[in-house]
């Protein structure tokens, strides 16, 4: 048994156990999952640009502009929250993950840095993509909308229930 100093060491612990337990088992998701069509997820991911990020590799960092979402193809991701010389990794990020998806649609600032855990894989949608796929492809782009804002609401219940649990 081991002990940690803090919970979110000992969650990482977990997590890279549970991972290394199942390296051999394929897990991958396609991250554009939420496209039925396949001809439809070959247009997203042509307005997409694939690129590949080393471990510790920043893909953005807190407080940046926000004008890309990311979609994890292969690899890990964490999302760190930076407060002085301290950091708390709030989560970690596998194949098929969305990230990104509030600082991009809402305008503001990264709330958080984003960063390869591992040897990572990632397709990057800029805003001017998306803006040429509204035009091209509208009901793609409503898609992704739908699909972001369900995203969204699913992770406000959690946080509603997590809130709600602390009483």
Do not use: W
Request: glycine share 6%.
């Amino acid at each position: 048994m081991s002990f940690y100093t803090r919970l979110d060491f000992g969650v990482e612990a977990m997590e890279e156990s549970i991972i290394k337990e199942n390296e051999s088992l394929d897990f991958s998701l396609n991250p554009f999952d939420f496209v039925e069509r396949l001809d439809e997820k070959n247009i997203l991911i042509e307005h997409c640009q694939l690129k590949s990020f080393d471990v510790g590799q920043i893909l953005c960092k807190q407080g940046d502009d926000s004008s890309q979402i990311y979609f994890l193809k292969k690899g890990a991701l964490e999302i760190v929250k930076e407060s002085g010389d301290s950091h708390i990794r709030l989560t970690k990020l596998s194949d098929g993950a969305m990230v990104g998806e509030m600082a991009f649609y809402s305008g503001n600032l990264r709330s958080a840095t984003i960063r390869a855990s591992s040897p990572s894989e990632v397709y990057v949608l800029d805003g001017e993509s998306l803006t040429k796929l509204r035009r091209t492809h509208p009901q793609l782009a409503n898609q992704l909308d739908v699909f972001v804002i369900r995203k969204l609401a699913s992770a406000l219940t959690r946080t509603n229930k997590l809130i709600g649990s602390l009483h």
